[in-house]
């Protein structure tokens, strides 16, 4: 494999750079950089073995003499030729060209593309999903000794692809990212080729996931089961206690609004309550969009409001979105198992879906339900079909008109024979 090669700067820097910085041929590039003599390092694996060796250099060219040395014999131990005295770092000739690629680290890959996607104001859910798959990539780097973007290859992306251990639909939304990934690079010129071109995303992973929503009776198995709960449950140091009470509200809100969980548990009243409006976002229109809830529901956030302060489901200590909403998922869960039996697994995100079914039944236009749950009317036609009542009037329609004059048989006769019971 090919050497990272890599200057390490000691404590008397010339360059005024801290002890142990690691900088890359391309840094001396820029004109503000100021040259030092610090000794050249190879890093990556040979003979099976990973090491970071001091090539005894300074000049970026003698250092990768000693690297092809290295890399040729296949052994970190191989004598490379000697040189007279230690060279100085010898900056560009000016006007001369730099290198068409000179090579940028995964460090400083992977924080610009997580700057980017700051930069973009996306959700705090959606950039953690990126911070995540930038930490699995670094870990895998580490694992494999790399430190420079350009030493990822086909194979590379074919063995990180293969060590993710999420489901079908996770693996293919992560390679969504992972090809995201390697495109910001190759716009940017940092790769020349795109490795992640070949990786495919699992079998069946575009088969939509189950949008079905909780039953009417299954929302008043999940009521009573809050009741057995009770009154308040002793938690852990620094969390509140909670109970039935507790986990009946964050159903309802989770219902009445549509809301993820993540958004119910981080739930701030003070900015989402005003009046019976809930604020769900912003509109594409630039307007803010409003959800309704009935009075007493109010009086029931608002009672806990008064007992809890304005972020209404917060446990602990923590204002982590994941970590909040992961709490409650446990929560819900003990309510779930309470309740007995589903016609499909339950998970919070069904309360999101029974919001929808709600909406359909009662005859609320498509468009409104798309607008309410930010989505489009392709994927409410598409996923909730079943709950719209003038779906299946219409449909009847249309087999009933198509079949309407066509020739139909005659009915049969039945003769009985008189005094003999046969017909």
Partial sequence: ???????????????????HAMTYEADELRRSWKNCSCPIYASGTLGRKFRRKNTGRSSWADAREVGSVWEATGAWDASVPSIPAPTRAQAPEAGAPPDANPGISIAEATESYIANRLSRGIQPGTLAKYQTFVKQLRAYCDSRGYLQLQQLTVLDMDRFYASWKDGKRGKAKKLERLKGFIRFFLKRKWLTENIAEDLEAPEGSSIPASKMPFTDSELNRMYAACDTLGGPIPPGPGYREWGGEDVKDFILLSIYTGMRISDVATFDISQRLNGNDIYLRMHKTKKELYTWIPDWLVNRLRARERTHGKLLFRCGDSREVRTMAEL????????????????????????????????????????????????????????????????????????????????????????????????
């Fill in 1 to 19: 494999m090919t050497l990272n090669l890599y200057r390490r700067h000691g404590s008397h820097c010339p360059g005024g750079r801290s002890l």
């Fill in 328 to 423: 409650w998922r446990v929560k819900l869960a003990k309510v779930f198992k309470l309740a007995g039996d589903f016609e499909d697994r339950p998970t919070p995100h069904r309360f999101r879906h029974t919001f929808v079914r709600i909406l359909l039944e009662h005859g609320v236009r498509i468009p409104d339900v798309a607008e309410l749950i930010g989505d489009t009317e392709a994927v409410v036609r598409k996923h909730y079909a079943k709950w719209v009542p003038e779906r299946q009037a219409r449909l009847t329609n249309i087999l009933r008109d198509a079949f309407d004059d066509k020739p139909q048989p005659k009915p049969n006769v039945v003769v009985e024979m008189p005094g003999t019971g046969t017909k």
